[in-house]
């Protein structure tokens, strides 16, 4: 009840749907944010790709291709995209770093057999791996700051270094991955982190972001491990890879949503309906980020300290682009924004946390202020 009286409650922007607790982000006399009155999040757009470019990028290359497949619908389209469209020979490639949810696991399988691609799976120590996020979220407990909560995801950011290497080793000169859409931006994560507005849009490629950026980022947290000494524990190594991973690793990659443009609904509909794909119903209504069990919890503590989540990102920039109607967005944020409890058990389970204390403690936390 206390969340969605927060979400419900909070101002937003008359135009679109971003709150005024949004990090950085000004309201004119009319309550219009700065997102709608200069069109930041997406400066960057390529809206001048197209399909015939794609074609032009990958006509001098082999068939053989790696493609990225985590098991959300959006991978899972692109693996069928780069096959059936393309007809390409793609490669799946999956790194299972121990939140991948079981749902996801199965659209991966069921993706690859009904296409005849063959699936490489790389695993990492995970029980290791959840340990550290057990770790870091009872450390971040002790100073909880919305730029920190990025640290619960750093585990999965060596699914980078892994394609670059599986791409060696196969021989493989181009690879896709089922991101690109301006969707994606969450400008928030580096707006918390200290980095500037205009320095803070990715669309899903984070070695984009400029360097002034990147060192913001390793300055807030490098200040804010010495100020909770908790932090610095044993996933310190594993942090720092990911940071190194993440921002400076030299990767090459197609972004196929750069490309291609396909509604959720009419993506979303086509897989379950051709290839019968697995909806989490645990996750709710939406399904990016379905396949990702922290998920829930990340929206968790982005809803109770800040009132909104990246779905509120996601959706506002729709309304912006008149891809739907702003009441619309607004109610599949409050679904959406609402906490899942099957869902946070789920993660609770995984990693080896008590889901009374935690939730307790996150329904004690007060609003955040920069």
Not at 155 to 176: A, P, Q
Not at 193 to 221: Q, R, V
Not at 350 to 355: K, N, Q, R
Request: with cysteine; glycine share 4%.
């Amino acid at each position: 009840d206390k969340v969605y009286s927060k979400l419900i409650n909070i101002k937003r922007c008359n135009k679109c749907l971003i709150p005024t607790s949004y990090p950085k982000i000004k309201f004119d006399s009319d309550g219009i944010c700065t997102f709608c009155n200069q069109n930041l999040s997406t400066k960057n757009n390529l809206n001048d790709l197209n399909l015939d470019d794609l074609k032009n990028i990958i006509s001098n290359n082999s068939k053989k291709c790696l493609v990225g497949l985590s098991g959300g619908f959006d991978s899972c389209y692109a693996l069928y995209f780069v096959k059936e469209i393309l007809k390409l020979e793609p490669v799946a490639f999956t790194y299972d770093w121990g939140l991948t949810t079981d749902i996801a696991r199965m659209n991966q399988s069921i993706m690859c057999q009904k296409l005849n691609v063959e699936h490489i799976i790389r695993t990492d120590n995970m029980s290791q791996k959840r340990e550290y996020i057990k770790e870091n979220i009872k450390a971040w407990f002790r100073r909880p700051h919305p730029g920190l909560i990025p640290l619960f995801m750093a585990g999965d950011k060596k699914f980078l270094h892994f394609e670059r290497k599986l791409k060696k080793d196969l021989k493989i000169n181009y690879s896709f991955f089922g991101n690109g859409s301006t969707r994606e931006n969450r400008a928030f994560y580096w707006l918390y982190a200290g980095a500037s507005l205009e320095g803070s849009f990715d669309n899903g490629d984070m070695s984009s972001l400029n360097l002034n950026t990147k060192l913001s980022l390793l300055a807030f947290y490098s200040i804010n491990f010495l100020l909770n000494p908790k932090l610095l524990n044993k996933s310190l190594l594993n942090s720092a890879l990911a940071y190194y991973y993440s921002f400076f690793e030299k990767y090459e990659y197609i972004q196929l949503y750069k490309y291609i443009k396909i509604s959720k609904n009419e993506k979303n509909s086509f897989l379950i309906n051709e290839f019968g794909l697995k909806v989490d119903k645990k996750y709710g209504q939406e399904t990016w980020r379905m396949g990702d069990g922290q998920s829930a919890f990340n929206n968790l503590l982005y809803s109770v300290l800040c009132g909104f989540t990246e779905m509120d990102d996601q959706l506002s920039l729709s309304v912006r682009n008149s891809e739907i109607a702003r009441d619309v967005a607004f109610e599949r944020i409050l679904n959406h924004n609402v906490p899942k409890k099957d869902m946070l058990q789920y993660f609770f389970d995984l990693v080896g946390l008590d889901s009374n204390i935690i939730l307790k403690k996150i329904f004690e936390l007060d609003s955040f202020k920069l």
